[in-house]
């Protein structure tokens, strides 16, 4: 590595990917940026995935210098796998890259040049969400956005709040107690929230630089029943969190984010499983919120009307009836 600070840091957890680490570690390796490290984290991964990095990365001689593999003992999970990657980061900027997702040859480059040229703290950029036979999502955001709109869109989540399509200045880590969680789910949105309120500007390279790939034995598609509620309480645990995290902070204009998450924990508790208990749990929880949420012009109208149907649905399954007869998939 060499001794002067490199200008991005590149963290890749690895857990599994032997089947998808070369298409990423070569699409990393083949960057147009030089000025970069690169930090693969082993998080006690049971396959031959650092095996198939090391022979990749013997076609990359110059990036061999700039590359450290780290190995956790035991199996810590993606959160703090990133972790164990940013405390051994030396760049100016960080981001993270999935280990079965790859990126444009030239997306570093790119972003940095408009942080730097226009004082961005955080920056993002479009992204393609793919199977493996299409492309099941082209992101985009609005151009006519300013810094201070993108960063209170980041906040409440009115924008995409993945981790691996922003970069993000190191001096956030150094200046903030970033939080690291250690539920798996929904741990982007912890990070995120972090990076933006942080932020002193935000911004966005409107053009498709990176591609995640919708893994199908990713742990976000598993489907036994233990499984998806086990996952759901990992959402519920980490967007709790956050709405302590905002307000804590006692600042105005974190209004809209915070009504938006106090929603979204009472929509998970309700989808957990239908029955009274649950059904109190949801109704309890931000109490104090139930009639802003049903009234706040910062939540649209179809959000309000579903917010609606949760709060009457008990006895009667209201809210998954209408969902149903409206043919609505993704609520």
């Known amino acids: 590595m060499n001794s002067t600070r490199p200008k991005l840091s590149v963290i890749v957890p690895m857990w599994g990917v032997e089947k998808y680490i070369e298409k990423c570690a070569r699409s990393l390796f083949e960057s147009t940026l030089d000025d970069i490290e690169f930090i693969f984290v082993d998080d006690c991964s049971p396959d031959k995935s650092v095996g198939v990095l090391k022979l990749v990365l013997k076609d990359y001689p110059k990036r061999s210098q700039q590359t450290k593999i780290l ?27 999935d280990s079965d997702d790859w990126v444009a040859p030239d997306m570093y480059e790119k972003m940095l040049d408009s942080a730097s040229e226009k004082g961005y703290d955080l920056i993002c950029c479009d992204f393609k969400f793919l199977s493996d036979s299409e492309v099941l999502f082209q992101s985009s955001y609005d151009i006519k956005k300013t810094s201070e709109e993108l960063r209170k869109d980041l906040l409440a989540c009115h924008v995409s709040n993945a981790v691996w399509n922003k970069i993000v200045r190191h001096s956030i880590y150094d200046s903030h107690d970033i939080y690291y969680p250690r539920e798996t789910m929904d741990e982007d949105d912890v990070f995120v929230s972090q990076w933006a309120y942080f932020a002193s500007r935000c911004g966005y390279v409107h053009e498709c630089l990176y591609y995640h790939y919708a893994n199908p034995e990713s742990m976000t598609h598993e489907k036994s ?38 929603r979204s924990v009472k929509q998970i508790i309700f989808s957990r499983a239908y029955g009274w208990n649950n059904y ?8 104090d ?13 179809k959000n309000r009307f579903f917010t609606f149907l949760m709060f009457i649905s008990f006895p009667i399954p209201v809210y998954q009836i209408v969902i149903r007869l409206l043919g609505i998939k993704n609520c």
């Open 280 to 287: 109190r749990e949801m109704l309890n929880t931000y109490s």
């Open 289 to 301: 919120a139930n009639k802003e949420l049903l009234e706040s012009n910062k939540l649209s109208i």
């Open 71 to 97: 190995r956790h003992k035991v199996n810590k999970g993606l959160p703090q796998a990133r972790k164990t990657g940013v405390e051994a980061a030396h760049g100016e900027w960080i981001t993270h890259c």
């Open 225 to 262: 029943r233990e499984k998806v509620l086990r996952g759901l309480n990992d959402r519920i645990t980490n967007r709790k969190w956050i709405v302590n995290f905002l307000e804590s902070q006692n600042d105005d204009e974190v209004k809209d984010a915070l009504l938006r998450y106090k």
